[in-house]
């Protein structure tokens, strides 16, 4: 397979503009996006989880206090976790279909896939037309 | 409780239909298994939804469901840090990783560091990290399947320990990755609904009040002997490594071979996104539902039961399922362990797999094919060798694990494979795939060094010089008393990917990298699922 993937690849390379797309307005908007939502993202979570870990390691007092009978600081926060996974996941989900998905096909709308597995090829269409590829359940 | 002597014959019969079912659908897949596609990718044909359920059923490890509840148990509040880590961990996953591998690699972490980087020393540190990450992993997973085995079938540990490696490679070996998924898929369904039935009659004991749960943990949790708290710092005693092991758990998911593999079996970035989604879902509905478990066991079986429980409280979730049936002697307590024991026997299988699994693909992928045979070889003969690397892998795991014997401590030994892919595989592969300047002698220079500094922070840990976890010091140096490295290992990994890259006079191939960047962020000419 090892052998195909190589001849696969050459000629890919030959076929697509890879640098051009790069430097296409539609993938830098897709990036920039992208980034504005994973940074912030990925800083808040890790953030907000290292907090709770440090207050677990150095303020063990407060993390047993009391919020209501038998349940403590400590497992309020921890619940917190568990609905902060919930949140962020849902998020990414929605935001990458309404607004990643739709800008990653404009950046390749160039380029369709022949389907035979043989890779992108430039399309010869004036480039107007919608991608035709179906996000998932492509089989 | 549990007799250890003589075989529990409901428990024998449950593990007869788990691996009667198993063995069916290996038998099935087995014809499919031929080429490189199907056997390391099942033919990128799995949907999001089979693959959130496949990553669950790979994550979810039987030192996630006996281990973690059992340090509930134990220790309380501590028990229930590894559950937030191991959650945690998959936004890092799915911002960081999951579509990105989807869309730039093709079997292996390899494939997305040579993408760019020379291709010889590129797949050799890949794999080097792979394979130390499956060492550690399958080890400490063969030990922890035999010792409960033992427990709760009342085999021997060898006995135990040779019929879970058997298995194990029967799956990977014949069916490859079609089998293996469906091992984890039907794993991970019969674990939720083990768990929740377990927590619907704990819940129903207490009245249905879950504050109610903490109040009767609590107050079994009392008196001088027991070390259950609602507080943290009774497992976990000492800061930094406290800090240390949460840092690996967070980070390390996103370097474990065994589950950044599970993307190439679907056929698109989306499907890998919302396979994500999906095991985020089904992993935070279990590890919320270990505190069930875990706190049940403190009010249901007190601190009576904790020599029962044996080491790290690993049997206290199948000593409560005997009691919740209503108990020892019972036809219901006998038959509710027996159908926990063989969940737990699931569990196991379908982790172990999947590690073999990555570790054959590393060897055949990426030394033989790649490096050895310069892709000359044919599909069929990589696949053959994949087959031999696995029975190889395989059984060295399985003698390991005998001679160590049940003396291994199982979590110690997953935290540690954590803390070593968060510092050899999570730094390269996420340097590779964003930044620019990085190059081949950064990479190398990183996976060496995230390796080599956590297995010597090992080998100088006080837990390998004899001292248990958060007791004082007791390593090889007075001033070392870390058991997790990765708070030291996680840096180093990183910094020698930066330091490396920066000190080498070799420019990155740019239009690979505008290759890589483009294909990873959007998809285009990612790998196609193969059509059926």
Known sequence: MAQDGVDDRADRAERVDWEGIEASPEFKELVRKKRGFIIPGTVFFLTWYMLFIFLCAFAQDFMGERVYEGLTVGYTLALTQFLMVLVLGLLYLSRSKNVFDPLAEKAIADYSDAGDGSGPRRRQATGAVAPTTTPEGAR | MIV????????????????????????????????????YAAGRGITGFQNGLAISGDYLSAASFLGIAGLIYLYGFDGFLYSIGFLVAFLTVMFLLAERMRNAGKFTIADVLSFRLRERPARVAAAIGTLNVAAFYLIAQMVGAGVLIQALVGFDFTISVIITGTF????????????????????????????????????????????????????????????????????????????????????GTAGLPHILMRFFTVPTAQAARSSVVTAMFIIGGFYLLTTVIGFGARAILGQGGVEAAGTGGNLAAPNLAEELGGGAGTTGGDLFLAIIAGIAFATILAVVAGLVLSASSAVAHDIYSSLIRKGQDSDREEVVVAKIAALVIGVIAMAIAIIGGEGLNVSFMVGLAFAIAASANFPALLLALTWRRFNTVGAVTGVLLGV???????????????????????????????????????????????????????????REFHELYVRSETGLGAEKAITH
């Open chain 2, 4 to 39: 250890f002597a003589d075989v529990n014959e409901l428990a024998l019969g449950v593990f007869a239909v788990v691996l009667a079912v198993t063995l069916a659908i290996t038998f099935w897949a087995s014809r499919r298994a031929t080429n490189t596609d199907n056997f």
């Open chain 2, 168 to 251: 194990m490679l029967t799956y990977v070996v014949f069916g490859g990755m079609i089998a293996t998924t469906w091992v984890q898929i039907i794993k991970a369904v019969l674990l939720m609904i083990g768990i929740v039935v377990m927590s619907v009659f704990v819940l129903e004991r207490v009245g249905g009040n879950p504050i109610e749960l903490f109040n009767r943990a609590e107050a079994a949790g009392q008196g001088a002997e027991s070390t259950f708290s609602l507080a943290p710092g009774t497992f976990l005693k000492n800061d930094i490594d406290l800090i240390s092991l949460g840092l690996a758990l967070v980070l």
């Open chain 2, 452 to 510: 080599g500094s956590a297995l010597l922070l090992i080998i100088i840990s006080p837990i390998v010089w004899g001292g248990a976890p958060g007791a004082p010091n007791t390593g090889a140096f007075d001033w070392y008393d870390l058991n997790n490295p990765g708070i030291i290992s996680i840096p180093l990994g990183f910094l020698g990917c930066i330091v490396g890259t920066l000190l080498s006079s070799e420019r990155g191939n740019e």
